[in-house]
C-alpha cells in the first residue's frame, strides 16, 4: 500500500491536482491537446500523426558556430542566459510573446550582454540564484564559475577566482532554494570524481563533499528549500537531504520492458509540491515517480533516441522531454498518471536537442540543440 495521501477531489490513482492557472494553462493550450492523437505507450509510436494544427512557433532564434548546451531563465522571466560550445555567455532580453501570429517568422533575440571566452571550454551548465543576482556556469574545462548579475544594466562580474574541485566535467548546477536563511548554496556534479560538491556562494567556497554515485552526475535538481536529486551514469537516481547531509533514498532506473538493467537518466525533474519526480532516460524512456509512495508509476517511450531534458511545467500540469531525436514533446500530466498518457511534438530542430526550459510565468519554453540554435517557443493567438 502506498503510503501517499491523496488529496480530496482526486481519485485512487495517482494524480496532481494543482488548480488552473491561466498563466500556466491558458485556454488555447486545451485546444492544442484536445486535437491532438494522443501517443500510445503500448506501441511506443512517436510520429507526427501526434501533432494539432495549433502548435508552438519559433519566436527568436540565437545562431551560433557550434552546438548550444545550456540555456536558463531569470527568475524574473525578463532575461535568459545561454552557454554554447563556442566558450561564449551571453544574457538575452525575454521578447513580448503576445499576439503572434502563425506565420510570424524567428527573429534574432535582442543580446543584452555577452562574454566571448566565460570557460576555457564548452559551456555545459547553468543556473540562476533563486532571487536572480547570481550566476553560475559549468564546464568540460572542469570549474565553476560564480558571478554577480545587475539586472538594471544587465551586466556581469565575476565574484570569484573559478572553482576547481571537480575532476572532470561539470555535467549540471542548481541553486538551493533557501537553507537556514542561506539561499546562496550552489549544488554542483559530473565526472571525474563522481561526487557531488555544496558551495556557499557568500564565501566562494565549497565546504562539503557528498559520495554514493559509481558513475558520472548526469542531472540535479532542487525543491523544497533543503531536498535535491541526483542522477548517474551508474544508472541510479539519489535523493539527498541537507539537513542530514546525506542520501536518503535511492531509485534503481528500471527498463521499458521491465526486465533487466535499467538505463541512465540523463534528467530529472520534481513537482513544486515534491510529490512527483519525473525522469529522462538514455533508453528513450521516461519514469513518472511517486516520490510519497516510494513506487513508480510508470515508464513510457515519448521518444525514438536518448531524452536528454525533462522538464514539468511550472504548476506540473505537462512534462517538456527532448531527445536526440531532435523533437521536443509535450506530455499531458491532468490525468490519472498510473494510465497511458497524450503526448505531443511541440517543436523540432535540424539535430540533437540538447536542453529544454520552462519560462517561469509565461506559457513558452527554450530549447537548445546540436544544429548550433537556441529557440524561443511560444503559442500564436491567432
Known amino acids: 500500500m502506498s503510503k501517499f495521501a491523496y488529496p480530496r477531489h482526486c481519485s485512487m490513482h495517482f494524480r496532481l491536482c494543482p488548480m488552473k492557472d491561466a498563466r500556466t494553462s491558458p485556454l488555447h493550450f486545451d485546444d492544442l491537446i484536445s486535437n491532438l492523437s494522443s501517443t500510445s505507450q503500448a506501441s511506443g509510436s512517436t510520429d507526427s500523426s501526434s501533432e494539432s494544427k495549433q502548435n508552438f512557433i519559433a519566436v527568436t532564434q540565437l545562431e551560433d558556430e557550434q552546438a548550444i548546451r545550456s540555456v536558463e531563465f531569470h527568475p524574473s522571466g525578463k532575461f535568459y542566459a545561454v552557454g554554447s560550445n563556442t566558450k561564449a555567455l551571453r544574457i538575452c532580453g525575454y521578447p513580448n510573446c503576445k499576439d503572434l501570429r502563425i506565420d510570424h517568422e524567428p527573429r534574432e533575440p535582442n543580446i543584452l550582454y555577452k562574454r566571448q571566452k566565460q570557460?576555457?571550454?564548452?559551456?555545459?551548465?547553468?543556473?540562476?540564484?533563486?532571487?536572480?543576482?547570481?550566476?553560475?556556469?559549468?564546464?568540460?574545462?572542469?570549474?565553476?564559475?560564480?558571478?554577480?548579475?545587475?539586472?538594471?544594466?544587465?551586466?556581469?562580474?565575476?565574484?570569484?577566482h573559478p572553482l576547481t574541485m571537480?575532476?572532470?566535467?561539470?555535467?549540471?548546477?542548481?541553486?538551493?532554494?533557501?537553507?537556514?536563511n542561506r539561499s546562496n548554496i550552489?549544488?554542483?556534479?559530473?565526472?571525474?570524481?563522481?561526487?557531488?560538491?555544496?558551495?556557499?556562494?557568500?564565501?566562494?567556497?565549497?565546504?562539503?563533499?557528498l559520495t554514493g554515485h559509481t558513475g558520472q552526475i548526469l542531472s540535479l535538481y532542487t525543491w523544497g528549500g533543503v531536498m535535491f536529486v541526483s542522477s548517474s551514469q551508474d544508472r541510479t537516481i539519489r535523493f539527498w537531504d541537507m539537513?542530514?547531509?546525506?542520501?536518503?533514498?535511492?531509485?534503481?532506473?528500471?527498463?521499458?520492458?521491465?526486465?533487466?538493467p535499467g538505463s541512465a537518466a540523463a534528467a530529472v525533474s520534481v513537482d513544486p509540491s515534491g510529490r512527483l519526480l519525473v525522469s529522462g532516460h538514455e533508453d528513450s524512456s521516461c519514469m513518472l515517480y511517486d516520490m510519497k509512495g516510494n513506487r513508480p508509476l510508470q515508464t513510457f517511450k515519448p521518444h525514438g533516441a536518448d531524452v536528454r531534458t525533462a522538464r514539468l511545467s511550472p504548476k506540473a500540469f505537462y512534462l517538456l522531454t527532448g531527445s536526440y531525436d531532435s523533437k521536443v514533446m509535450l506530455t499531458d500530466l491532468q490525468g490519472d498518471l498510473t494510465q497511458p498518457l497524450a503526448t505531443v511534438k511541440v517543436a523540432e530542430h535540424?539535430?540533437?536537442?540538447?536542453?529544454?526550459?520552462?519560462?517561469?510565468?509565461?506559457?513558452?519554453?527554450?530549447?537548445?540543440?546540436?544544429d548550433k540554435t537556441a529557440t524561443l517557443w511560444a503559442l500564436p493567438s491567432t
Open 166 to 180: 571537480h575532476g572532470g566535467t561539470v555535467r549540471d548546477m542548481c541553486f538551493m532554494e533557501d537553507i537556514s
Open 119 to 160: 570557460h576555457k571550454g564548452s559551456i555545459y551548465c547553468m543556473a540562476w540564484n533563486a532571487t536572480g543576482d547570481l550566476l553560475a556556469t559549468g564546464s568540460n574545462d572542469k570549474t565553476v564559475k560564480l558571478m554577480r548579475f545587475n539586472s538594471s544594466t544587465c551586466q556581469l562580474e565575476d565574484i570569484a
Open 243 to 260: 539537513r542530514t547531509r546525506g542520501c536518503v533514498h535511492m531509485v534503481n532506473t528500471r527498463p521499458l520492458s521491465g526486465t533487466g
Open 186 to 209: 550552489l549544488i554542483s556534479g559530473g565526472s571525474g570524481d563522481n561526487k557531488i560538491y555544496i558551495t556557499d556562494c557568500e564565501t566562494a567556497m565549497p565546504f562539503q563533499s
Open 350 to 370: 535540424a539535430d540533437k536537442v540538447i536542453q529544454t526550459r520552462w519560462h517561469p510565468q509565461e506559457f513558452t519554453f527554450l530549447s537548445t540543440s546540436a
